[in-house]
């Protein structure tokens, strides 16, 4: 299956962490139990989710499709958005009630450019119906560091200047450099704030220090009243920040949202494998007219963020059984996508993997993994997952989560001492009725079958929105 790694900044722990794990313990029971329907038995059906084989049709070759689009705007969907992944004819969405609290962080996320999900399209000459569309979806890096020394430009509040290490917020001033040091918008203020009152002019660009020129080394830093320079790493116009101005009351320069222009968008190299090939493509979608809208379909495949919290930890969150369902408008700005969903499934080994994060309202601490804090703590009534009946030999009250991927039967998932301090999943049981146990060094949750394949799959429901924007050009990562 193809796999996507859509990478965030440190700035934010990630649309994850805001809405699974910023909920409050408020909310216990909110999420509703099962959503009533019945999902065949699991004997009638095998296991969900085979991908479809890719469709005939040109193949995918980075930066080489048309349209490109950008995801605009993401939120946790409510129960209805879910699609039906268990087959009991009923949406799945077990994060449908944080959705609201994750709302403001998300926002953030694309303010300042530290979620960036762009689409290219292949073997898609219009936006009409087709048989075989393909499309590959990527990791923006339009927020960046190029000078390494943490801060980043194109945000607010971000790096005036991305070529030398020694300038960014928090700097001291150096006085008589002529540049703006600190960020602040001035070049060589006084320790007091007070402007400069130097009235040469450096670098002959037709404005002085005194003037608002903040660098005055640089021609192309020129200061209040002139247009930023996108991309540039320099902060022309003297606000502060490089690669981001402020072009009326309402709108930012150097927008990679922008309707009509939008900026050029670098595409991160954690978006392609060893090959130079896409992590994540479908390879089988298709458009087709569903009352007056063309639609996108596409899937089930597998989608995956990477998250990088701090320098020294990224963490994977992976869908299975992820599916993309879309409308494709095409106007006089280009193709863009409105009224998007994707739903999959965390699954539990990808729960397992998820560790070094520290939020205390659910009990996750950096030594366990989210799976602990679902199946041994606070998140697990949260969601409200179901139980085994009181009475289950031989672990009742274990967890199962919500959608039965293998087909035999929910597992569940608990923690074996509920009397001692440490709150971590050490028994697994399949939906076959198999008990597995922590071992010396190894966590159950990675227990393979008897034919070597992993044994626990199963998943929480999750969908998200999405809006999708016309992107500007995509610009290949530079060579190593």
């Given at each position: 299956?193809?796999?996507?790694?859509?990478?965030?900044?440190?700035?934010?722990?990630?649309?994850?962490?805001?809405?699974?794990?910023?909920?409050?313990?408020?909310?216990?029971?909110?999420?509703?139990?099962?959503?009533?329907?019945?999902?065949?038995?699991?004997?009638?059906?095998?296991?969900?989710?085979?991908?479809?084989?890719?469709?005939?049709?040109?193949?995918?070759?980075?930066?080489?499709?048309?349209?490109?689009?950008?995801?605009?705007?993401?939120?946790?969907?409510?129960?209805?958005?879910?699609?039906?992944?268990?087959?009991?004819?009923?949406?799945?969405?077990?994060?449908?009630?944080?959705?609201?609290?994750?709302?403001?962080?998300?926002?953030?996320?694309?303010?300042?450019?530290?979620?960036?999900?762009?689409?290219?399209?292949?073997?898609?000459?219009?936006a009409a119906p087709d048989a075989c569309v393909k499309f590959a979806i990527y990791l923006g890096a339009y927020a960046q560091d190029l000078d390494g020394d943490g801060d980043e430009v194109a945000k607010e509040n971000g790096d005036c200047n991305d070529h030398d290490a020694m300038i960014k917020r928090g700097a001291a001033e150096v006085a008589g450099n002529l540049k703006d040091d600190d960020c602040d918008g001035l070049a060589d203020e006084a320790g007091d704030g007070t402007p400069s009152t130097?009235?040469?002019?450096?670098?002959?660009?037709?404005?002085?220090?005194?003037?608002?020129?903040?660098?005055?080394?640089?021609?192309?830093?020129?200061?209040?009243?002139?247009?930023?320079?996108?991309?540039?790493?320099?902060?022309?116009?003297?606000?502060?920040?490089?690669?981001?101005?402020?072009?009326?009351?309402?709108?930012?320069?150097?927008?990679?949202?922008?309707?009509?222009?939008?900026?050029?968008?670098?595409?991160?190299?954690?978006?392609?494998?060893?090959?130079?090939?896409?992590?994540?493509?479908?390879?089988?979608?298709?458009?087709?007219?569903?009352?007056?809208?063309?639609?996108?379909?596409?899937?089930?495949?597998?989608?995956?963020?990477?998250?990088?919290?701090?320098?020294?930890?990224?963490?994977?969150?992976?869908?299975?059984?992820?599916?993309?369902?879309?409308?494709?408008?095409?106007?006089?700005?280009?193709?863009?996508?409105?009224?998007?969903?994707?739903?999959?499934?965390?699954?539990?080994?990808?729960?397992?993997?998820?560790?070094?994060?520290?939020?205390?309202?659910?009990?996750?601490?950096?030594?366990?993994?989210?799976?602990?804090?679902?199946?041994?703590?606070?998140?697990?009534?949260?969601?409200?997952?179901?139980?085994?009946?009181?009475?289950?030999?031989?672990?009742?009250?274990?967890?199962?989560?919500?959608?039965?991927?293998?087909?035999?039967?929910?597992?569940?998932?608990?923690?074996?001492?509920?009397?001692?301090?440490?709150?971590?999943?050490?028994?697994?049981?399949?939906?076959?009725?198999?008990?597995?146990?922590?071992?010396?060094?190894?966590?159950?949750?990675?227990?393979?079958?008897?034919?070597?394949?992993?044994?626990?799959?199963?998943?929480?429901?999750?969908?998200?929105?999405?809006?999708?924007?016309?992107?500007?050009?995509?610009?290949?990562?530079?060579?190593?």
């Amino acid at each position: 299956m193809p796999i996507l790694r859509a990478v965030t900044n440190p700035k934010i722990k990630s649309l994850f962490c805001a809405g699974l794990l910023g909920a409050s313990a408020s909310l216990v029971g909110a999420c509703g139990g099962d959503d009533g329907g019945t999902p065949p038995a699991p004997d009638a059906r095998g296991p969900l989710f085979t991908p479809k084989p890719e469709c005939e049709g040109d193949a995918i070759e980075p930066f080489a499709g048309s349209p490109r689009v950008i995801i605009s705007h993401l939120e946790i969907g409510d129960l209805e958005d879910g699609f039906d992944l268990d087959g009991d004819g009923d949406p799945d969405n077990k994060l449908a009630a944080v959705g609201n609290l994750a709302g403001d962080a998300i926002d953030d996320a694309f303010d300042d450019y530290s979620l960036m999900i762009p689409f290219e399209f292949f073997d898609f000459p219009a936006a009409a119906p087709d048989a075989c569309v393909k499309f590959a979806i990527y990791l923006g890096a339009y927020a960046q560091d190029l000078d390494g020394d943490g801060d980043e430009v194109a945000k607010e509040n971000g790096d005036c200047n991305d070529h030398d290490a020694m300038i960014k917020r928090g700097a001291a001033e150096v006085a008589g450099n002529l540049k703006d040091d600190d960020c602040d918008g001035l070049a060589d203020e006084a320790g007091d704030g007070t402007p400069s009152t130097d009235t040469a002019d450096a670098d002959s660009d037709g404005v002085t220090i005194a003037d608002g020129d903040c660098d005055d080394t640089n021609p192309a830093v020129k200061g209040p009243g002139f247009p930023e320079i996108c991309g540039d790493g320099y902060d022309n116009d003297c606000d502060g920040t490089a690669d981001r101005g402020t072009a009326d009351d309402s709108s930012i320069e150097c927008n990679p949202y922008d309707a009509v222009d939008p900026e050029p968008m670098p595409i991160d190299p954690l978006s392609f494998d060893g090959a130079g090939d896409p992590l994540i493509s479908f390879t089988s979608g298709e458009t087709t007219t569903v009352g007056s809208a063309l639609q996108l379909n596409a899937g089930p495949s597998l989608f995956q963020v990477t998250i990088p919290v701090t320098d020294d930890l990224n963490l994977d969150l992976k869908l299975t059984g992820t599916s993309i369902e879309a409308d494709v408008v095409e106007d006089a700005v280009g193709v863009h996508l409105t009224n998007g969903r994707i739903g999959g499934i965390i699954d539990v080994q990808t729960a397992d993997t998820i560790r070094g994060l520290d939020v205390e309202q659910i009990g996750l601490t950096p030594e366990n993994s989210l799976l602990d804090a679902i199946f041994a703590n606070l998140l697990g009534p949260l969601l409200a997952l179901p139980s085994l009946p009181m009475g289950t030999v031989p672990f009742e009250g274990c967890r199962t989560p919500d959608i039965d991927v293998d087909g035999d039967g929910l597992e569940a998932f608990c923690d074996s001492n509920l009397d001692d301090d440490i709150k971590a999943v050490d028994v697994c049981i399949d939906g076959d009725g198999t008990v597995v146990m922590d071992t010396a060094g190894t966590d159950c949750s990675t227990a393979v079958d008897a034919a070597g394949n992993p044994r626990f799959v199963d998943g929480v429901s999750v969908a998200l929105k999405f809006e999708a924007a016309t992107a500007g050009e995509f610009v290949p990562p530079a060579a190593p």
